[in-house]
């Protein structure tokens, strides 16, 4: 048999071939170890130092998708002030028509929200009889939240939650803050604001972080909003261990499957103290501490209100 030739110009074609291929790879990894913004770094380690893999950690926080971003931060702390300084009043049937949420009230996304009932039936009466709060406001709460789960966030929850967790400095949220009218009280509250945010927005991180390695999951490859809720429920993930429910019955939560997001929903209004016959103000409340605003609990109200409604008139269900 004719031994081949490996000719030098032969091998520095494969050499150099070689080399291209890895080319991307090798870029990658040099992005990886110098692309962490200092921010993340320090919150890399401070997660190290409670408990959890470093070299995971690092990984994870060199990612291009998990970005920092300081204006998140700000947008809560912005919400906040104007929560403190300028509380908007009760609101009525008219503010909610001219809110965001009039949306959820038009003909037809209310004809596709009682069809989602009826293909979700089985699931919305294991809710019912379990936790006694109505298909119609199981079903109300997953429309506003997320569109009945078509929409779930456009960014990882993990870079809101650690962008958050990592801006707690007043200077370092500043300049992107819109609502302190140049009044020293405001931003002595700002500043007391986004401590205490970061905090609670490292606590969620580290939930999340929890809950995604018992899923087996990528935690940068879970969406969120922007302020770190996750799944077609939008729960912030500290609720999952208390609140979520396995509503397939598989063992395992998955609030990206619609059973255990409609389950999850009615567990987390049975805890906080749904129960049969409240009257409508009762039931307003528990609503709220779903989401903390009035405006919220009108429209969810409102909205079951409206599916209760064609219930009775189609007899199904």
């Known amino acids: 048999m004719r031994r081949q030739s490996h000719s030098p110009r032969h091998f520095r074609q494969a050499v150099l071939a070689v080399l291209l291929l890895l080319l991307p790879f090798s870029l990658r990894l040099a992005a990886a170890r110098d692309d962490i913004p200092g921010p993340f770094a320090a919150l890399s ?8 893999d470093a070299a995971a950690m690092s990984a994870l926080f060199s990612r291009v998708e998990v970005r920092f971003d300081p204006s998140i931060l700000a947008q809560k702390v ?17 503010t909610l028509a001219q809110s965001s949420y009039g949306q959820f009230l038009r003909p037809w996304i209310l004809a596709w929200a009682y069809s989602f009932m009826e293909e979700n039936r089985r699931t919305l009466a294991k809710g019912e009889a379990a936790y006694r709060v109505p298909g119609e ?63 609670w927005a490292y606590d969620e991180l580290k939930a999340l972080l929890v809950y995604a390695k018992a899923g087996g999951v990528d935690p940068a490859g879970i969406p969120g909003s922007v302020f770190g809720a996750i799944g077609f429920c939008q729960f912030m ?19 990206f499957d619609v059973r255990d997001a409609l389950y999850s929903v009615a567990s987390y209004l049975s805890g906080h103290g749904w129960r049969e016959g409240m009257s409508p103000e009762e039931q307003r409340q528990v ?9 919220y609990a009108l429209a969810v109200m409102t909205i079951a209100e409206r599916l209760r409604e064609l219930r009775a008139k189609h007899g199904r269900f």
């Open 137 to 199: 406001v199981q079903t109300a709460i997953l429309l506003v939240e997320t569109r009945l789960g078509s929409y779930t966030g456009s960014r990882p929850a993990v870079a809101s939650l650690a962008s958050m967790a990592a801006s707690g400095s007043i200077g370092t949220i500043q300049p992107y803050l819109k609502m302190l009218r140049g009044q020293p009280d405001r931003l002595a509250f700002a500043e007391g604001a986004a401590r205490e945010k970061a905090q």
């Open 78 to 94: 912005d919400l906040m002030l104007v929560k403190e300084f300028e509380p908007p009043k009760a609101p009525g049937a008219k």
């Open 237 to 255: 993930p500290s609720n999952i261990a208390r609140y979520a429910a396995d509503g397939k019955g598989d063992g395992r939560i998955d609030l």
């Open 45 to 52: 380690g401070r997660l190290a130092a409670d408990g959890f």
């Open 287 to 295: 609503i709220y501490s779903y989401n903390h605003s009035d405006l």
